[in-house]
């Protein structure tokens, strides 16, 4: 059984970073690409970050590139998401997520089959 859990989200201002973790059991992070999503009250779940199993490659949505970097530790079977220069827009819940193969040419359509349950991060004005 896959289990991802995330941690890291909280309560921030405009401008400033959070870190969230994602660490999963149950199934190596080199054998699935691993995303993060997020959804905004009243608002449709949305892509944010994606790496390869290998971490190698990365693909960001445009409103996070150059302020959100997603990264991997596979020893400790955990994927991470630095937030920098956080905006009120990026309040969502954030959710990890493992894909079924390795790698994807669309990270953001990939079938991701496993999820975390969620952590809020609200960034205040």
């Known amino acids: 059984q896959v289990q991802l859990v995330e941690s890291g989200g909280g309560l921030v201002q405009t401008g400033g970073s959070l870190r969230l973790s994602c660490t999963a059991s149950g199934r190596t992070f080199s054998s699935s690409a691993m995303g993060w999503f997020r959804q905004a009250p009243g608002k449709e779940r949305e892509f944010v970050a994606a790496c390869s199993g290998s971490g190698y490659s990365t693909d960001y949505a445009d409103s996070v590139k150059g302020r959100f970097t997603i990264s991997l530790d596979n020893a400790k079977n955990t994927v991470y998401l630095q937030m920098n220069s956080l905006r009120p827009e990026d309040t969502a819940v954030y959710y990890c997520?493992?894909?079924?193969?390795?790698?994807?040419?669309?990270?953001?359509?990939?079938?991701?089959?496993?999820w975390g349950q969620g952590t809020l991060v609200t960034v205040s004005s």
């Open positions: 997520a493992a894909a079924k193969g390795a790698y994807y040419r669309d990270f953001s359509t990939a079938p991701y089959d496993y």
